[in-house]
Every structure is written in structure tokens, then in C-alpha cells.
């Protein structure tokens, strides 16, 4: 069967420091995978994606940068955080296919402090 | 890209009654419209989609209906129980690869 890791849960890191969450998928070879963010009342906003091991999109231009080092890997960076970078992170993955059902980790609580 | 506007924002319900949920698209080319259910402090978990070519499916107490003339698809719950309280997103597939999410429903069963 399919599954997401993500971790950490929560994370508490001071403006200006360096940032680094990782999630890998397993049960599947070849997904796409996703990176979202999760601001209160305001839904889920893609941030990244990736179809393929060292393919990144960017849907909105940011402080955050996104790798895929391996097929089943998704990281999510940062040089220096920002106190706007806090929020719920999601990590995703679907089928190579696209339009396909969405399977998320458990998610990442980010308070930049 | 793909806007998904989804109302209302919060819904409370009395147990057993019905709740629906309605979200609009903006891209005519969406054909994969899931919902997905979000309990406190975890990540969002499928319950039903549905695809362009079908106007209702429906599993258990759950149903969506999908109008593309129209480009608005909702979600139906039947005989609530208190479990269904959650956060509730709709999402459109475009560009054969991504989702666009709407920005959620609150729904509380109240008991």
C-alpha cells in the first residue's frame, strides 16, 4: 500500500534561520509530488511540485525552495526564514498520471519565532 | 490556472440532518473534482470524487453532483453523525497534474 512520510510534526525555529523538511512516499515508483501550505481560513496553497527527480515547478514565488534528490523524496527548504514563512506544510503525492486521488502526510507545523 | 470558490465558509447542522457543501471552477477543461475531509491537527484525506463524463455519484451517506455547464459541483451528507465534523475542501484538477483547492468548509455536527 501507498504511504506518505513527513516529518517533523512541529517545528519551532527562529527568523533568519535555515529550514529543512523532508517527506519520502512509499508503494509507488515515478509519483508526482507536492508541496502545499496551509494558512488558517485560507485553504491549501501549492507552493511546489514535482513530476520527476530533479523537476521543481513553482506555482507562487516565495522564501522557500523545493528538491527531489530521489523519485520517492520531496524537500523543502529555506536560507533564512521569515515570520510570514509560519503555517501548516502538507506534502502530497498522486499518481504519475495526474488527476488521480491525492494522498497527504500528516503535515508540519511551522511557528517562526 | 484554476479558481475554486467554495460557501459557505461554516456549516452547523443538527445530528441526522443533511449538510451540502457547493464549490464553483473557473477552467471549463477541469474534468476531476475531489472533496476531501480534514480532521484537527492532520492532513487532508480523500472521500469522494467524481469525473466530468458522470453528473452524481454517490457512496453511503455521501454524494457530489457535478454541473460543468453551470462549473459548480457539491457535496452531500445525509443522516450527519457527529464524526462528520471536520474541515471539507473541494479541489479541481488542472493541467493534468495539479489541484486547486478551495478554501474549505467548517462543518459541526451538533449532537
Known amino acids: 500500500s501507498q504511504t506518505i512520510h513527513q516529518w517533523p510534526a512541529t517545528l519551532v525555529q527562529p527568523v533568519g534561520s535555515p529550514l529543512s523538511l523532508e517527506c519520502t512516499v512509499e508503494g509507488t515508483s515515478n509519483p508526482n509530488l507536492y508541496w502545499y501550505r496551509q494558512a488558517a481560513g485560507r485553504g491549501l496553497q501549492l507552493l511546489f511540485y514535482s513530476v520527476g527527480i530533479g523537476q521543481i515547478s513553482s506555482e507562487v514565488p516565495q522564501n522557500l525552495s523545493a528538491s527531489r534528490p530521489q523519485d520517492r523524496q520531496f524537500i523543502l527548504s529555506s536560507k533564512k526564514l521569515l515570520l510570514s514563512d509560519s503555517g501548516f506544510y502538507l506534502c502530497?503525492?498522486?499518481?504519475?498520471?495526474?488527476?488521480?486521488?491525492?494522498?497527504f502526510g500528516q503535515g508540519t507545523r511551522l511557528t517562526v519565532v | 490556472g484554476e479558481n475554486v470558490e467554495q460557501h459557505p465558509s461554516t456549516l452547523s447542522v443538527q445530528e441526522g440532518d443533511s449538510a451540502v457543501i457547493k464549490c464553483t471552477y473557473s477552467d471549463s477543461a477541469s474534468n476531476y473534482f475531489p472533496w476531501y475531509k480534514q480532521e484537527l491537527g492532520k492532513g487532508p484525506q480523500l472521500i469522494i470524487d467524481?469525473?466530468?463524463?458522470?453528473g452524481e455519484k454517490k457512496d453511503q451517506r455521501i454524494a457530489v453532483t457535478l454541473n460543468k455547464t453551470a462549473k459548480h459541483f457539491s457535496l452531500h451528507i445525509t443522516e450527519t453523525q457527529p464524526e462528520d465534523s471536520a474541515v471539507y475542501f473541494c479541489a479541481a484538477g488542472y493541467g493534468n497534474n495539479r489541484l486547486a483547492f478551495g478554501k474549505g468548509n467548517q462543518v459541526v455536527v451538533i449532537p
Open positions: 502530497a503525492h498522486q499518481g504519475p498520471g495526474g488527476n488521480t486521488e491525492a494522498f
Open positions: 467524481i469525473r466530468s463524463n458522470v
